[in-house]
């Protein structure tokens, strides 16, 4: 049985002057995630906000650095990261998870588990195609997948699968990072300060 604590949803939201949300970015490796996430979290923080930034690289650090890639690991990766985050949302924070989460069931799982908490749950595409992510590449993983030194890497040797309807799209090859950010405010605050969703 799910042990509550003596302070509700309703009584943090009052504090924090929002509600609790958890904002899924989804995308390829390079695609932005990142980047978007850490802005929003700066720009919702001035805002005065209660928010954290959950990202997928950090957590295998750690909680699931005994997870590798393949589909079931993949899978799992994404439960335990769907968890963290209500836990996160349970606390009243507005949460930004950033992880390539390639597949739509392990997705719509997050949004249940989401849900089940009574946390709104934003996915948020964030859409470059594959050739500009390769030209990206920051940590140089396109590479080595391409040169098969990184067995299931999505988008060259595990798939990718796009999202059919998420909230929010982000073009991070037409896009400013700053314009991205922006279009993710408009639509966050008419969530997390109206009771949208």
Not at 34 to 39: G, H, K, L, V
Request: aromatic share 6%.
């Amino acid at each position: 049985m799910w042990s509550h604590g003596e302070v509700d949803a309703a009584q943090r939201a009052a504090r924090n002057g929002h509600r609790s949300t958890i904002v899924w970015l989804t995308g390829l490796s390079a695609s932005g995630k990142s980047t978007i996430a850490r802005a929003l979290e700066r720009e919702l923080f001035e805002r005065g906000m209660q928010v954290f930034v959950l990202e997928g690289d950090n957590l295998r650090h750690g909680l699931n650095r005994n997870l590798g890639f393949s589909p079931e690991d993949r899978s799992e990766n994404i439960r335990r990261a769907a968890e963290v985050a209500k836990l996160l949302a349970d606390a009243g924070l507005v949460v930004i998870a950033a992880f390539i989460s390639p597949y739509r069931a392990d997705r719509a799982a997050a949004r249940e588990i989401a849900r089940a908490g009574g946390h709104p749950f934003i996915e948020v595409f964030v859409n470059a195609p594959l050739e500009v992510c390769e030209t990206r590449d920051p940590k140089h993983l396109y590479r080595k997948a391409r040169a098969g030194q990184i067995k299931e890497f999505t988008g060259v040797s595990a798939p990718y699968e796009p999202p059919d309807a998420p909230e929010l799209e982000l073009r991070t090859d037409r896009q400013t990072p700053e314009e991205c950010v922006a279009q993710a405010v408009k639509l966050l605050l008419g969530i997390v300060c109206s009771g949208g969703l």
